[in-house]
């Protein structure tokens, strides 16, 4: 099955830095990747998603990108506030919606 | 619409006993999952279903069982419940035609004693 792996686990930025997650993932025929933000003691909620055959993707302060080559897909927040402070998870869905998810980032954001 | 709803939210069991942890959506999604989520450790899929009659094991199957009676309902069965089975489950729910997006339940909280 699909293995996707997490990094770091812990981050921490002064409010108004940018945040960087990085995720690898095995299984080429991957084909959807989304990143889900969890606040502590809530579900996961999606907030930004990426495609195999697109390369970047922005939504305001957040933008991920793909490397199918490599096999790994990066979050970026910019200008980063206190309310991003959360657990992060990446995740990769292998055709047939199953997802597999990554291990989490505990991102905090010190004001 | 409602979502994905689970219930209980808490449940505390004894060791051996028995439960089921309630899932349904009115989203008309054809597929559903069983997530379980220890701290560290990200999500871990336990069974998903493609369809009403149709379920498969994920990464962690064992100790649990899964039926899929109807498109709405997904039921996770806890049989014989061993300490290692206290996590935070999430169901959750996503249908191909749509963005592929996973729609989560508010997390069931269990701890077996």
């Known amino acids: 099955g699909e293995n996707v792996e997490q990094h770091p686990s812990t981050l921490s930025v002064q409010e108004g830095d940018s945040a960087v997650i990085k995720c690898t993932y095995s299984?080429?025929?991957?084909?959807?990747f989304p990143w889900y933000k969890q606040e502590l003691g809530k579900r996961p909620q999606l907030i930004i998603d990426?495609?195999?055959?697109?390369g970047e993707k922005k939504d305001q302060r957040i933008a991920v990108t793909l490397n199918k080559t490599a096999k790994h897909f990066s979050l970026h927040i910019t200008e980063t506030q206190p309310e991003d402070s959360a657990v992060y998870f990446c995740?990769?869905?292998?055709?047939?919606?199953?997802?597999?998810f990554g291990t989490g980032t505990s991102l905090t954001v010190i004001p | 619409n409602a979502g994905v709803t689970q219930t209980p939210k808490f449940r505390i069991l004894k060791i051996g006993q028995s439960m089921t942890l309630q899932c349904t959506q009115d989203?008309?999604?054809?597929?559903m999952y069983w997530y379980r989520q220890d701290p560290g450790m990200g999500l871990k899929l336990i069974y998903y279903?493609?369809?009403?009659?149709?379920?498969d094991k994920g990464e962690v199957p064992n100790g649990y069982n899964v039926s899929r009676s109807t498109t709405e309902d997904f039921p996770l069965r806890l049989e014989l419940a061993a300490p290692s089975q206290t996590s935070v489950y999430f169901c959750?729910?996503?249908?191909?035609?749509?963005?592929?997006?996973?729609?989560f339940g508010e997390g069931s909280r269990l701890t077996v004693l």
């Open positions: 989203m008309n999604h054809n597929y």
């Open positions: 990426i495609r195999s055959n697109v």
């Open positions: 995740a990769a869905s292998i055709p047939g919606n199953q997802f597999y």
């Open positions: 959750a729910s996503s249908s191909p035609a749509n963005t592929g997006e996973l729609f």
């Open positions: 279903s493609v369809g009403a009659g149709i379920t």
């Open positions: 299984d080429s025929a991957s084909n959807y």
